[in-house]
């Protein structure tokens, strides 16, 4: 069985940073979306020639496509010991699709993280100096905060209601936000 465990938040909130760190800690496999997606971008497959545009529109890519290639992902091994989930799931399809999986991949925690939206605007437009994103421009944000708000907030709720999220605010320093993070990992 492969325990999931959900980084659910805004864009801009420091989900990647604190995943790479607490998989690293905790031998867990990290599994970013947002990167795949750009790596078949990149690669320019046929999935990254659907993906391209709407990722630099800051749209969501095709629930059905996603999905895919989520559980295509999670069925290597370096998943065995349980696995973190970055950006996955962004909307409530996705989420009921993992419910699907769940005697063999339960979604054990929900660590939702929490930051106000001009806190985020301001750190995605720094990170865009550096990311080398197409994505990280005025407009996209806009978008992907939008979109945000609309397809992925209400997952709050949902995991609310099984009882399995914890909340933490992620403004702040990095390693003060990790460390409350990893509370909720030796538990
Ligand atoms: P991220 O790196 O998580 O901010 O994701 C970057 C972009 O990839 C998003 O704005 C979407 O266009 C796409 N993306 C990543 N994860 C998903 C997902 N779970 N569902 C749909 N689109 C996604």
Redesign the pocket.
């Given at each position: 069985m492969t325990h999931l465990v959900v980084f659910l938040g805004p864009?801009g909130a420091g989900k990647?940073t604190q995943a790479i760190k607490i998989a690293s800690e905790f031998n867990l496999a990290h599994i970013?979306?947002?990167?795949m997606?750009r790596q078949h971008v990149k690669e320019q497959t046929d999935l990254g020639k659907i993906?391209k545009s709407?990722?630099d529109e800051?749209?969501?890519?095709p629930?059905d496509l996603?999905i895919q290639m989520l559980i295509e992902r999670l069925s290597h091994d370096d998943c065995l010991g349980g696995t973190i989930l970055?950006?996955?799931?962004?909307?409530l399809p996705?989420a009921k699709s993992l419910e699907k999986i769940n005697d063999k991949f339960p979604v054990v925690k929900v660590i939702v993280f929490e930051a106000d939206q001009e806190e985020l605007t301001k750190r995605i437009l720094l990170r865009g100096e550096t990311s080398g994103r197409g994505?990280d421009t005025e407009d996209s944000i806009r978008v992907?905060l939008e979109v945000y708000q609309k397809d992925t907030e209400p997952l709050i709720t949902y995991y609310e209601d099984k009882g399995i999220t914890t909340k933490i605010n992620a403004v702040g320093n990095v390693d003060d936000i990790y460390k409350e993070i990893s509370k909720e990992f030796i538990k």
């Open positions: 864009p990647g970013s979306t947002g990167d997606l993906a709407l990722l800051g749209k969501l890519v629930d996603v970055d950006g996955f799931p962004r909307t996705q994505d992907r």
